[in-house]
C-alpha cells in the first residue's frame, strides 16, 4: 500500500493564527489610547485643582493679611489716643511697640 500523500495545509491554519494576532495588536492599540486620553484628563484635572488651590490659598493669605492691618491699626490707634489723652508719650509699652511693629509692617505690604 501506497502511504498517504500529505495535504497542503488548509487557508483556516493561517489565517485563525493571523486573525488572533491582528486582535491581539488592536485591543493592545485600543488600551493604549484610552489609557493615554484617561491620563491626559486626569492631569487637566490636576491642572484645575492646583489653579484653585493656588486661588483659595492667596485668598486666605489677603484675608489674613487685612485682619492683622486691622488689628494692628486698631492697637496703634489706641495708644496713640492714650497718649493724646495722657497729656505726653505713654510708657514704654510692649503693646504700643508691637503695635507699631505691625503697623510699620502692614504698610509695607500694602
Known amino acids: ?3 498517504p500523500q ?5 487557508l483556516s491554519t493561517y489565517l485563525v ?6 486582535g491581539i495588536v488592536i485591543a493592545a492599540y485600543l488600551g493604549y489610547q484610552l489609557g493615554l486620553n484617561a491620563q491626559l484628563q486626569l492631569t487637566g ?7 484653585y488651590s493656588e486661588f483659595m490659598g492667596r485668598k486666605a493669605v489677603i484675608t489674613q493679611l487685612i485682619t492683622s492691618h486691622l488689628v494692628a491699626d486698631t492697637y496703634f490707634e489706641y495708644h496713640e489716643r ?10 514704654a509699652s510692649l503693646h504700643l511697640e508691637e503695635a507699631r511693629r505691625w503697623q510699620h509692617r502692614g504698610e509695607d505690604l500694602a
Open 6 to 10: 500529505p495535504k497542503a495545509p488548509a
Open 82 to 91: 492714650k497718649r493724646g489723652l495722657a497729656g505726653g508719650p505713654p510708657e
Open 45 to 51: 484635572k490636576q491642572k484645575r485643582q492646583q489653579a
Open 1 to 3: 500500500m501506497s502511504e
Open 17 to 22: 493564527p493571523a486573525m488572533a494576532l491582528l
